[in-house]
């Protein structure tokens, strides 16, 4: 099993960015994914959520209105697109198969800073 982040780098607030994961050994298009965070010296934070199917999406408030959650089954890759970044969305962004006790990726950084 493998989730490989990509996208992550150095934003300036207000820019955005495209983060990509890539999922290899399991059912994908069966699975519930979810994209977190860990700001440093904080608690992982739930960002957003899809249902196996895309038919459905959930976003924590602070980043409600913009960032997108989006997959893409027939390629087995989950997307958040992420726009109006600002210097709170510092963070290592993961993502996740199943839940807490699924599958996680190795995560990738994003800094917004001026």
């Known amino acids: 099993v493998q989730l490989q982040a990509s996208g992550g780098g150095l934003v300036q607030p207000g820019g955005s960015l495209r983060l990509t994961c890539a999922a290899s050994?399991?059912?994908?298009?069966?699975?519930?994914m979810s994209w977190l965070r860990q700001a440093p010296g904080k608690d992982l934070e739930w960002v957003a959520s899809?249902?196996?199917?895309?038919?459905?999406?959930y976003y924590a408030m602070p980043v409600k209105g913009r960032f997108t959650i989006s997959r893409d089954n027939s390629k087995n890759m989950l997307y958040l697109q992420m726009n109006d970044l600002r210097p709170e969305d510092t963070a290592v962004y993961y993502c996740?198969?199943?839940?807490?006790?699924?599958?996680w990726g190795q995560g990738t950084q994003v800094t917004v800073s001026s």
């Open positions: 050994g399991f059912a994908f298009s069966n699975q519930y």
């Open positions: 899809i249902w196996s199917d895309g038919s459905y999406t």
């Open positions: 996740n198969a199943g839940g807490s006790s699924g599958y």
